[in-house]
């Protein structure tokens, strides 16, 4: 009893202190993202350079204002630039306005964007990620876990028959990931778009959308193909070398021979003696390619117009659009530091040798 | 047998003839409403994408435009359909400030005003236009638009600035060189120098686009004239900053690639002297920091203020400006780009000259597919729903205001390649100015009538009081004898209020509709009212400004009066403000009374804000009639509208509406959300039958209870662009008339004269120029008549004729040309002299050929005389052989008998 409380403690104090430390972690990242987001307080002075000259021209530029005196359309321009300078509470200092920022990330409160909205019309920094989150998921999530799932059955397969003929093919294909996802996309639109017309070019669904649920449903899966497709040419190959070298590694440790000699049965051996130890370097591997799927991939997005968080995080830095950026970041610093904290105590259990407090 | 069943036969076929006859008739009818039954909107940002799509038929138009010199020829070579439309430019903006920055005490070449307008001479507009756009592009020199109608009506100016600024460096180089001298400067080893340092020019580029490479190209310029350039490439997010909120005195730049746009067929460009040129045009130090001629500068401020009384002194004025500002050059000005806008062959669409297919309000009646009526059109556009659709203050993004016009109509509709008003819902106007305004009219449906004073009657409309709730009259406003520089009396259609003309949700249009615009722009700058806005009160003061009065004269068939001191060149666009002010389109969008009620409920109780300001303001949605979560709450709002028979504005709207109006009008919009899923009630064409927010994607359905035809608009599916054909002139003899035929046609078809605002010509010589205006003989024929008074002043040398010809129905001028010789008369005659001379030496030379040729002649008789003598000796001879041949033939057969017998 005493033994336990005293673990109790030991692993609670462990967790105390890796919470406290990811927790200033990402309080600091969070506020450097502030600081670089905004380049240190340079990009208002963007902005407001840009406001002046769009509202100066919409001004010029509407009929209704033609042969006012330069004094009024300066006063008209004036009192919307600085009702936009407000609205978007540029009329703040830098300073006080980075820890609002930092206030608003850390209690997830996340605020509103500055320029950009959610397709329904929503300012809400919340509601843009959240409209853009589930489509990122369904691809990103979607495909990196069929990768994963690929990398860990065809690398383990082809630790078993290391130096067969498929172990070879593999190793041979591993190049191929020396070009990203959307690389391998662009090839896939030419062929299966452009020249095939089997598949669609992009998008999330057909035009017009399908009424029926199910009809809309798979048309929504026939678009996610392609991206699919792409990402699994790109990213399978090396994986699979990865996996199948670090079950290889593991297969060839000291324990792993003395259980063999030991007469374990091979099965016993892999389940025991090399899975087991493997499986904390490779969950964490996937928990990490899980969060990261949340964030999107940029590039990919773009190559086959995925409404998704990528296109998003791409926008709203294009334009400065800082709360969008620092939220998008609060909320990956947030499940990243929490994945490493639930990954540490993981780790104490599914790894014989990490022991709290040994 | 057979012959019942031969009858069969025929009977069937005359049948089926019968029963086809009517569909396919029935099909080529236009139908009520747009052409096409549905238009799906979606988006893809990428060029070459979109392009791929359109080829495989997966969507028929992109609403944005495609300039890229790849796609163009792409485009072409593989049959798909493509226009331009004309509204961005690219200019170099110099920093005025020097000669020495006072920051940095080094020197700025470009503080030098002949520096500047030498750099005319050294950029070539040619190459930009060719080269680096691949022909997307046409030169620029002056202020005013290639495609406008003010650079039709300064034709020949701008074609005299053409000619005097056209390429050629070593000119350029020359006056650059000597002013540089005079500056200060030495030229040592191939480079200026300036107190013992290189010159640098320190030039802003931008990288978006082109003004990359033009940026490159004109920097290669500036080092073969002995300049140090420093580039400093970036976007227009990291240049602005530096150049226009920096201080030009700063010395942080000289050069910058500047660009701009206009979205709209601009009539009236007279003000750009002032604004591109003049401290007048912007507040900020770089403007600050121009300083002008004072007649140019004096000229610039008349043009900005319209201060000028007639057509001729703009003209004069406008003249002299274009020369000037070459002069000042503070800018000068590079190419205007064609943007390429792209679809299917089989569509047609009407577009705009300056913001192209998206910007057209004509496009939701001109597309149609040119083969069929009906069917479904996909378009694509880079993006939609970009901000929330609210009537009074929602998206002004052109992604999303283009299929929002498809959804309303305003009473007036602009003409896509004029930029001038047509009438929609409107069957005239009447405009009233003062007689001193230069205002002019084109269209017939408008009479424009000059008049002394124009007295703003004491009971006309002025504004809304919120706290009183009650409007209040120009009497009670301003008081006494009010004057107003214009009115406008403007007769809607007779049919607006018979019950036809209706909403998409099934409500009649009615005179509460429009009581109800004027009473809530109002309203709102209120700050009594439940939905002040102070983001609202700058656009309200300025409108107020000039906005004198509105009067309703009659209210079935309605007829306002509408009082203003906003006026324009073209009689057109008074009468658009007087007649759409408080039609009920609003600033982004339409809308009934009784959808803008529930907004108005919905503001009022704060749970959401029409204005992005104000929402901000109360930490609530801005409001969104589509989507979101603004529609649980306008719903909310229906149903207390419902349930408490809300009217707003009471104390002044009941008295126009009908006893069961609210309450129909809130049922009807209850069972249009339960249908739709949203709350835009329009009463355009279409009407937005989905929205799917998530795949950004929008789809419009064809509102077949319409009261106008397809074909109302079909005129403007093509532009009816002038084209030019000149009699070759050859040789104009100085003081002879020549009179040449120009025939004018549009597809094939002779152009109607009375569609022409004017032919003229313009007489280039080595002499200088002359102009003119063609006469019209009959429709798609002119005739080009130089009097004698007119060739007589022509000088002897190469001559060009250029015609230039301006439609009221195309802004951009239609231009010709033929080269011809002008001989004198003296030198004419002398020439015919000698023409004559010539020819009578040659006739001698020809007799003498002639007298040669007979005398050979007759030494040829003479030969055939003697060999006919020598033959006849030889036919004598023969003649006597047959005669004794003859002879002893008959001797032989006399003696042949007698030995017989």
Redesign the interface.
């Known amino acids: 009893m005493h033994l336990k409380r005293s673990s109790v403690i030991k692993v609670g104090r462990y967790v105390g202190v890796r919470a406290v430390t990811v927790a200033v972690a990402i309080v600091i990242s969070v506020y450097l993202t502030i600081i670089i987001a905004n380049a240190g307080g340079y990009v208002d002075e963007i902005i407001i350079s840009e406001l002046r000259f769009n509202i100066y021209e919409s001004v010029r530029a509407n009929p209704m204002y033609k042969g006012y005196p330069p004094e009024e359309i300066r006063r008209i321009a004036e009192e919307r630039i600085e009702l936009e300078i407000k609205k978007m509470g540029l009329d703040q200092h830098f300073m006080i306005r980075s820890f609002n920022y930092l206030y608003d990330a850390l209690t997830l409160n996340l605020g509103r964007a500055m320029k950009i909205f959610s397709s329904s019309g929503s300012n809400r920094v919340w509601d843009i990620i959240g409209e853009r989150l589930p489509t990122t998921v369904l691809l990103f999530t979607t495909a990196n876990i069929l990768i994963f799932l690929c990398e860990l059955f065809i690398g383990l397969t082809l630790s078993r028959r290391y130096g067969s003929k498929l172990d070879k093919l593999a190793v041979s294909l591993a190049p191929l990931s020396s070009m990203p996802g959307w690389f391998y996309g662009i090839f896939m639109i030419i062929i299966f778009a452009s020249w095939l017309g089997i598949l669609p070019y992009g998008g999330l669904v057909d035009a017009p959308p399908p009424e029926e649920p199910l009809l809309y449903a798979l048309s929504v899966l026939e678009h996610m193909i392609l991206p699919l497709l792409s990402w699994a040419v790109a990213y399978i190959p090396i994986g699979v070398y990865r996996m199948r070298t670090f079950f290889l590694m593991f297969s060839m440790e000291d324990y792993v021979d003395y259980a063999k000699a030991r007469g374990v049965p091979p099965k016993v051996v892999e389940r025991r003696y090399i899975l087991r130890p493997v499986l904390p370097p490779v969950i964490t591997d996937f928990v990490l390619v899980l969060i990261s799927s949340w964030m999107g991939a940029i590039v990919t997005e773009r190559v086959f117009n995925w409404p998704g968080v990528g296109t998003l995080m791409a926008e709203a830095i294009a334009i400065n659009d800082a709360p969008v950026i620092i939220g998008a970041v609060a909320i990956f610093a947030y499940l990243l530091g929490i994945s490493v904290v639930v990954l540490d105590m993981i780790y104490a259990i599914v790894d014989p040798r990490i022991r709290v407090g040994e | 047998m057979n012959k019942i069943v031969t009858s069969l036969i025929i009977s069937i076929m005359v049948l089926n003839l019968f029963c086809v006859m009517p569909i396919s008739l029935k099909s080529q009818q236009p139908p009520k409403g747009p052409w096409v039954d549905?238009v799906?909107f979606?988006?893809?940002?990428?060029p070459d994408?979109v392009v791929?799509?359109m080829l495989?038929n997966?969507?028929q138009i992109y609403f944005d435009d495609l300039s890229y010199p790849h796609i163009l020829r792409t485009v072409k070579e593989r049959g798909l359909s493509y226009t331009f439309s004309y509204g961005l430019y690219y200019e170099l903006t110099f920093n005025p400030v020097g000669p020495l920055f006072p920051a940095t005490g080094k020197l700025n070449p470009f503080s030098n005003a002949k520096i500047r307008e030498a750099m005319n001479y050294i950029i070539d507009r040619a190459y930009i236009a060719g080269e680096i756009l691949g022909g997307l592009a046409v030169p620029r020199y002056t202020a005013l638009t290639p495609s406008f109608p003010d650079y039709a009506r300064y034709a020949d100016v701008a074609y005299e600035i053409e000619s005097t600024y056209k390429y050629n460096f070593e000119k350029g180089k020359a006056i650059i060189f000597e002013e540089m001298q005079k500056m200060g400067a030495e030229f040592r080893n191939g480079k200026w120098y300036y107190k013992g340092e290189p010159v640098a020019i320190k030039f802003l580029i931008r990288i978006e686009d082109a003004r990359k490479d033009i940026g490159d190209y004109v920097s290669g310029q500036l080092e073969k004239l002995g300049f140090t350039v420093e580039k400093r490439y970036g976007k227009?997010?990291?240049l602005?900053?530096i150049w226009?909120?920096g201080n030009p005195a700063n010395g942080e730049w000289h050069l910058y690639t500047g660009g701009?746009i206009?979205?709209?067929v601009n009539r009236?460009e007279a003000?750009n002297f002032?604004?591109f040129y003049t401290k007048?045009?912007?507040?900020?130090p770089l403007w600050q920091a121009y300083e002008n001629d004072p007649e140019f500068y004096a000229i610039a401020q008349k043009l900005?203020?319209?201060n000028y009384k007639s057509a001729e002194e703009r003209d004069e004025l406008m003249a002299k400006a274009l020369m000037m500002s070459m002069k000042e050059s503070q800018r000068i000005w590079l190419v205007h780009l064609a943007s390429l806008w792209v679809s299917r062959p089989e569509v047609s669409i009407a577009y705009d000259l300056a913001g192209g297919y998206s910007g057209s309000w004509l496009w939701p009646w001109t597309l149609r597919y040119k083969d069929k009526v009906g069917g479904?059109v996909?378009v694509l556009s880079p993006d939609?729903?970009?901000?929330?659709?609210n009537p009074i203050a929602g998206t002004n993004w052109i992604f999303d205001q283009s299929v929002i016009r498809a959804t309303g109509e305003t009473s007036l509709l602009p003409d896509p390649y004029t930029g001038l008003y047509w009438p929609h819902r409107v069957e005239k106007a009447e405009v009233y100015v003062k007689e001193d305004l230069p205002v002019r009219k084109t269209l017939d449906w408008v009479s424009l009538i000059k008049v002394g004073d124009i007295v703003v009657p004491g009971d006309a409309w002025y504004k809304w009081d919120a706290s009183q709730k009650k409007i209040v009259t120009v009497k009670e406003a301003l008081g006494e004898n009010v004057k107003a520089l214009a009115k406008v009396i403007v007769y809607y259609d007779k049919e607006l209020f018979s019950g036809k003309y209706k909403w998409h949700d099934g409500s009649t249009f009615s005179i509460a509709d429009i009581i109800f615009n004027f009473i809530i722009s109002h309203d709102r700058a209120d700050p009594a009212s439940p939905i002040y806005d102070?983001?609202y009160?700058?656009?309200y003061q300025?409108?107020m400004?000039t906005f004198k009065g509105f009067k309703i004269v009659s209210k079935n068939p309605l007829v306002i009066e509408y009082y203003t001191d906003?006026?324009?060149a073209d009689a057109e666009?008074i009468a658009a403000v007087g007649a759409d002010d408080f039609w009920p389109y609003y600033l982004q969008g339409p809308a009934p009374w009784h959808t803008l009620a529930i907004g108005y409920l919905a503001e009022a109780d704060r749970k959401l804000a029409f204005t992005?300001?104000k929402?901000?303001e109360l930490r609530v949605?801005?409001?969104?009639f589509?989507?979101?979560?603004?529609l649980e709450i306008l719903k909310s709002k229906l149903q207390e509208a419902i349930s408490r028979g809300f009217i707003p504005y009471s104390e002044v709207l009941r008295d126009y509406l009908s006893a069961n109006e609210p309450l129909t009008r809130y049922q009807n919009l209850m069972n249009w959300y339960n249908s739709k899923g949203h709350f835009w009630v329009g009463n355009g064409p279409f009407y937005l039958e989905?929205v799917?927010?998530?795949?950004?994607?929008i789809?419009l359905r064809a509102y077949r209870g319409h009261v106008d035809s397809a074909d109302k608009w079909l005129k403007f599916g093509e532009p009816m662009i002038p084209e030019l054909s000149i009699q070759p002139i050859g040789t104009v003899i100085q003081t002879q008339p020549v009179v040449r035929n120009l025939t004018i046609s549009t597809h094939g078809i002779p152009y109607r004269a009375d569609d022409l605002l004017y032919v003229k010509y313009l007489l280039v010589h080595p002499g200088g120029k002359l102009t003119g205006f063609a006469e019209a003989v009959k429709d798609g024929l002119y005739q080009v008549r130089l009097g004698p008074d007119v060739t007589g002043a022509l000088e002897e040398g190469t001559a060009e004729l250029i015609i230039i010809a301006v439609s009221k129905l195309v802004g951009t001028p239609s231009i010709t040309r033929t080269t011809f010789t002008v001989k004198s008369l003296i030198g004419y005659v002398g020439e015919q002299i000698a023409g004559v001379k010539g020819d009578l030496s040659g006739l001698g030379t020809r007799l003498s050929s002639v007298e040669s040729k007979v005398d050979a002649l007759s030494s040829q008789i003479r030969g055939v005389q003697n060999q006919v003598s020598s033959l006849s000796g030889v036919v004598y001879a023969a003649v006597g052989i047959s005669v004794v041949s003859l002879i002893v033939a008959v001797a032989a057969v006399f003696m042949t008998r007698k030995s017989k017998t």
């Open positions: 549905e799906v979606f988006t893809e940002s990428d994408k791929e799509m495989r997966e969507a227009s997010a990291e602005s900053p226009i909120r701009w206009t979205t709209l009236d003000d002032g604004y007048i045009g912007r507040p900020e900005y203020y319209r479904q996909k939609l729903l970009v901000e929330p659709w102070k983001a009160v700058p656009d300025a409108a400004e906003t006026w324009y666009w992005a300001d929402a901000k949605d801005w409001m969104n589509i989507a979101g979560p603004s989905k799917d927010t998530i795949a950004k994607q789809v």
